[in-house]
């Protein structure tokens, strides 16, 4: 099992930056990809980027590049989301995802709300 639990939301104004932090414990040496995905009422949930754990490489869903980065800790038990240049759009409650394989999370956190005025 590994435990995920997000932190960082909150409310800004477009234009603005936040930061969300994810803390995974537990077997998290069995993680291929920790990733963040976001979701809005009344819509499916939404891929938003990815890091592989092993070596560092990233992939972002096309409406977030150049504004958000994802990285992470040496000793892998952080994963980060930096936002900068928020829209109101990005409005959504982000969740954080561990995979075992390629494209398979299994693992989820419990959600942090963004919030982002226009």
């Known amino acids: 099992q590994v435990q995920l639990v997000e932190s960082g939301g909150g409310l800004v104004q477009a234009g603005g930056s936040l930061r969300l932090s994810c803390a995974a414990s537990?077997?998290?040496?069995?993680?291929?990809?920790m990733g963040w995905f976001r979701q809005t009422p009344g819509k499916e949930r939404e891929f938003v980027a990815t890091i592989n754990w092993s070596n560092g490489s990233t992939n972002y869903v096309r409406s977030v590049k150049g504004r958000f980065t994802i990285s992470r800790d040496n000793a892998k038990t952080m994963v980060y989301l930096q936002m900068n240049n928020l829209k109101p759009e990005d409005t959504a409650v982000y969740y954080c995802?561990?995979?075992?394989?390629?494209?398979?999370?299994?693992?989820w956190g419990q959600g942090t709300r963004v919030t982002v005025s226009s």
């Open positions: 995802a561990a995979a075992r394989g390629p494209g398979t999370y299994e693992y």
């Open positions: 537990g077997r998290t040496f069995s993680v291929y990809a």
